[in-house]
């Protein structure tokens, strides 16, 4: 359920218009890499696509959702902005997960 979760949490942050630029940054940059989708939307990747672009954020964030100590923990944005390489912003607000 916590790799649900963050893999549910980084699709939408990709999809945001509002989202953290560094995030976009990096991924757009790995986007580059996997190479022209000649089946795909130039101009909206696939799910298909975005999840191994987002994956090792998805990896991060599923450690601190899966972690007892983190999962109801204040401070769980700010340790997920720090485990992401991103300054705390408002939006890095992370749910608590499904199940406690």
Do not use: N
Request: aromatic fraction near 10%; glycine fraction near 8%.
């Amino acid at each position: 359920m916590a790799y649900v979760d963050a893999r549910d949490r980084a699709l939408k942050w990709f999809a945001s218009e509002t989202g953290c630029p560094p995030l976009r940054q990096r991924w757009d940059r790995r986007l580059d890499g996997l190479g022209e989708d000649p089946f795909g939307d130039p101009y909206r990747p696939s799910d298909a696509r975005i999840e191994p672009v987002t994956y090792p954020e998805v990896v991060v964030l599923t450690g601190l959702f899966a972690s007892p100590h983190w999962r109801e923990h204040s401070h769980l944005p700010a340790e997920a902005a720090r485990g992401l390489g991103i300054a705390p912003q408002k939006w890095v607000a992370i749910p608590k997960t499904r199940r406690s």
